[in-house]
């Protein structure tokens, strides 16, 4: 009688544990091989998974080859979703955009950096996941100089590790980001938030330094933009035509000043801007009339004034 599923599915995913490239995929052919030759129901569930994770593999292990993989940057600024495999990344970022990617509740269902766009407070921001760092990533182990090399470009870096599971797996993707000498403004996002069983208040206050996330709650999903928008150091700024500001803002680096925005609408309008009448968080008051050197804050709503 062939073992119950459930526990040969255990048993496959222990002894994959810290297994990569050529030795993975000998432990996968070795499970198929002892698999009982069912065409329906869960061993042939296990034979599919199977099936997939030697071709995941096989694509880690021709990434591991390359020095750098390139992801074309778009949006304002480029934002990493790092963790561990299994930590909910894929999930997250379907959840903050529009993209439809393969996820599953089994480690490596993405193999390579996955860009996507959501749009917070009007711009639009590119997150990148990464796949699943594992010890020895700065090393090269799992193609993980390629995976690093991604990171290393992006703007800011957004650590995900699942609420329900201990730390551990999160502090050796940290260790890993520290030993390629990677240093980036990041958060911390705790995913599967819901599978606690706790309410997002609560979990809110825990921890200063987190944000509790449920890809089923959309306010924990709008927590997450505004902490990802802070974390890209932007502001918002919106200018106004016609008594009306524009629906869609610029995003301008933290200090940009009135002349930076006139600049960035148009370089005859920066060259004949005068100053701005300001309404918002920079203004003292609504309408308050600036000069070109005045510092803007997120939010503010400006019309530019030319000579």
Not at 38 to 54: C, F, H, S, T, V
Not at 90 to 97: G, V
Not at 236 to 254: H, I, K, S, Y
């Amino acid at each position: 009688m062939p073992m119950p599923h459930r526990t040969q599915l255990q048993v496959i995913k222990r002894h994959l544990v810290g297994k990569e490239g050529t030795e993975r995929i000998r432990v996968l052919r070795s499970a198929l091989d002892e698999l009982p030759d069912y065409r329906n129901g869960p061993y042939a569930d296990i034979r599919k998974w199977l099936n997939e994770q030697i071709e995941a593999t096989r694509m880690r292990t021709k990434v591991t080859h390359r020095d750098s993989i390139a992801v074309r940057r778009e949006g304002a600024a480029q934002v990493a979703l790092v963790g561990a495999p299994n930590a909910g990344k894929s999930s997250l970022l379907q959840a903050l955009s529009s993209i439809q990617i393969r996820t599953g509740d089994y480690a490596f269902t993405t193999t390579r950096p996955v860009p996507a766009l959501t749009r917070i407070g009007g711009v639009l921001v590119q997150l990148v996941e990464i796949p699943g760092l594992i010890e020895g990533a700065h090393e090269d182990r799992g193609g993980g100089r390629a995976l690093l090399g991604v990171l290393r470009n992006a703007d800011a870096i957004v650590f995900c590790h699942a609420a329900n599971e201990p730390p551990a797996a999160l502090e050796v993707v940290r260790r890993e980001v520290a030993a390629a000498g990677i240093e980036k403004p990041a958060i911390l996002v705790r995913t599967k938030a819901d599978e606690r069983g706790e309410r997002f208040d609560v979990l809110a206050d825990e921890d200063d330094d987190s944000v509790h996330v449920s890809v089923l709650d959309d306010a924990s999903l709008d927590r997450l933009r505004q902490a990802i928008w802070r974390l890209t150091g932007l502001i918002r700024v919106f200018p106004e035509r016609d008594t009306r500001p524009d629906d869609e803002p610029f995003a301008l680096p933290c200090g940009a000043t009135v002349a930076d925005l006139a600049d960035r609408v148009h370089h005859d309008l920066g060259a004949r801007a005068t100053g701005a009448r300001v309404r918002g968080p920079s203004a003292r008051f609504d309408g308050q009339q600036v000069g070109r050197g005045h510092v803007l804050r997120d939010g503010d709503v400006v019309e530019i004034l030319i000579r």
